[in-house]
């Protein structure tokens, strides 16, 4: 890859993408929330203008889903869209191709299939309504853009579904865990590397869905995670765990376009695997 700039720097992606880069000895320049407030365009304009990237990685987000829905709306907005039109408007400045994370909550959750990426969208929370702005200010703003729709992340830089279930295990005898809402896990080392290879390998500019292979319930996640753990799991709907946010019940998203580039994607149990061995679990 070429000169890369990654926003979130610090953040559960970005720590997972410059571990990458520093892997394969790639420099970057790379910034959090407090080297560059996303929020405040003068600044954005001026540390991109100042660098030159060819490559954008926008990694920083606003993921607190329940905050969104009140005490932080406001942030989540100038986050997620007012701070990626920032970007977006600063590489247009430069020429730097943009890579833009987005979510699976930019779909309502009622398609019992897969969505395709150009399925409708229909967003249902407040975090899911400004990722969805955030892909429209990349669009407008953009044509050299790789937008990646995820879910379900898990990593070792950051707070997370598999952290907590590990977590919850040492102090409980059985854990009940959500069993009416699916989706697709993903590893962010899976992530990482697809971000990478849709640059290095100049595929076709637009949107793009990637996870693990395969789809599962929280509960069954949850079952995988603590198989070699002496806790039950038990299964329980979602009315057990009132929130704020509403959260799509079946956000299965196809993959199709992702596997025709030729990236390899592995099972999200494979990942879990992998990413158990590299914790020391």
Same mark, same amino acid.
């Given at each position: ?38 929020? !405040? ?26 905050? +969104? ?6 942030? !989540? ?44 969208? !229909? ?9 969805? +702005? ?44 959500? !069993? ?102």
């Amino acid at each position: 890859m070429t000169k890369i700039l990654i926003t979130g720097a610090n953040g559960q992606l970005g720590s997972e993408l410059r571990n990458l880069l520093d892997e394969r000895g790639i420099a970057y320049d790379a910034f959090d929330s407090k080297q560059m407030d996303i929020t !405040n365009k003068k600044l954005v304009d001026e540390k991109i203008n100042a660098l030159k990237p060819a490559v954008i990685c926008h990694c920083a987000a606003y993921t607190a889903v329940d905050n +969104a829905e009140d005490v932080a709306k406001d942030l !989540n907005w100038q986050v997620n869209e007012a701070g990626t039109r920032n970007v977006a408007e600063a590489a247009k400045k430069v020429g730097a191709k943009v890579v833009y994370i987005s979510t699976d909550y930019v779909f309502d959750g009622t398609n019992e299939g897969e969505y395709e990426v150009d399925a409708p969208t !229909n967003p249902q929370n407040e975090y899911g309504k400004a990722k969805l +702005a955030g892909e429209k200010a990349i669009k407008e703003v953009l044509d050299d853009y790789y937008i990646i729709r995820t879910s379900w992340v898990f990593g070792k830089y950051g707070k997370n579904f598999v952290f907590t279930m590990l977590r919850l295990a040492k102090d409980h005898d059985k854990l009940t865990v959500v !069993n009416d809402q699916f989706g697709r896990p993903t590893w962010t080392r899976t992530l990482a590397e697809f971000m990478t290879y849709l640059v290095d390998h100049d595929q076709p500019f637009g949107t793009y869905q990637l996870s693990n292979e395969g789809s599962c319930s929280w509960y069954e996640f949850a079952s995988e995670i603590l198989k070699d753990q002496d806790v039950e799991v038990a299964p329980v709907d979602s009315s057990a765990y009132p929130a704020k946010a509403y959260r799509p019940r079946h956000s299965i998203m196809s993959l199709k376009k992702a596997e025709a580039t030729g990236f390899e994607i592995i099972d999200w149990q494979s990942a879990l695997g992998k990413f158990m061995d590299e914790i020391g679990k």
